[in-house]
């Protein structure tokens, strides 16, 4: 079956501190991955693409496919990163599987 | 380019009472999907349509209908609501660009059912 899991409901770092949000897939071809993100009072938008292998906001995501995994991370936390975070998979041609997000609390 | 606009953005039903959320998209995407949103749930699909006249159910489709009446626009009707649908809900529209789907959302619909 085609799954996206994210462990952790809630994750809270001090600002400076390393951020990493955990994400497992399962799926049987070769995944697209994504993560999205939903600011306080605003829409759901894409943050990155694992097919970019881009950095934004200084965020990056790495497809470990040995251990189906796309992990977020960010090397010192803001307090502006403060937000919901999804990790999706593109499962079929135009259908797109979302976890069950997870809340990162950014202390100062 | 107003982008995914979604009606109403609240609404309050009773039980057993219907109604029909509203989506619409200016990009010309031919995808489009409804999701809900519940706490520690995250995003569910519902019903999404892959191009214009088709439309397969997601992954919690009980209790909904779908309605693609065109490009732009893509309905969910609730027959007959019950406090379990009580929920956010999101529209939203995607097209293939550098061979991947990225989704573009809606402001979401509060839906609550008493």
């Known amino acids: 079956a085609q799954r996206v899991t994210q462990p952790e409901k809630l994750l809270s770092v001090f600002k400076g501190a390393p951020v990493e949000l955990k994400c497992n897939y399962s799926y049987s071809g070769s995944p697209e991955l994504f993560w999205y993100v939903q600011y306080s009072r605003q829409r759901l938008q894409l943050l990155l693409r694992?097919?970019s292998r881009e950095s934004i906001k200084g965020f990056t995501a790495d497809l470990n496919k040995g251990e189906t995994s796309f992990h977020l991370k960010k090397p010192f936390a803001q307090e502006e990163d403060s937000a919901m975070y999804y990790c999706?998979?593109?499962?079929?041609?135009?259908?797109?599987?979302f976890g069950s997000g997870t809340r990162l609390s950014i202390r100062p | 380019n107003a982008g995914v606009t979604q009606t109403p953005k609240f609404q309050v039903l009773k039980t057993g009472q219907s109604m029909t959320l509203q989506c619409a998209q200016d990009m010309n995407h031919n995808s489009m999907y409804w999701y809900r949103q519940d706490p520690g749930m995250g995003l569910r699909l519902i019903y999404y349509?892959?191009?214009?006249?088709?439309?397969d159910k997601g992954e919690v489709p009980n209790g909904y209908n779908v309605s693609r009446l065109n490009k732009r626009e893509f309905s969910l009707r609730l027959e007959s609501a019950a406090p379990s649908q009580t929920s956010v809900y999101f529209c939203?529209?995607?097209?293939?660009?550098?061979?991947?789907?990225?989704?573009?959302f809606g402001p979401g619909t509060r839906l609550t059912v008493l």
């Open positions: 939203a529209s995607s097209e293939p660009r550098g061979g991947t789907y990225t989704q573009y």
């Open positions: 694992h097919i």
């Open positions: 349509s892959a191009s214009e006249g088709t439309t």
């Open positions: 999706a998979l593109n499962s079929s041609a135009s259908k797109i599987i």
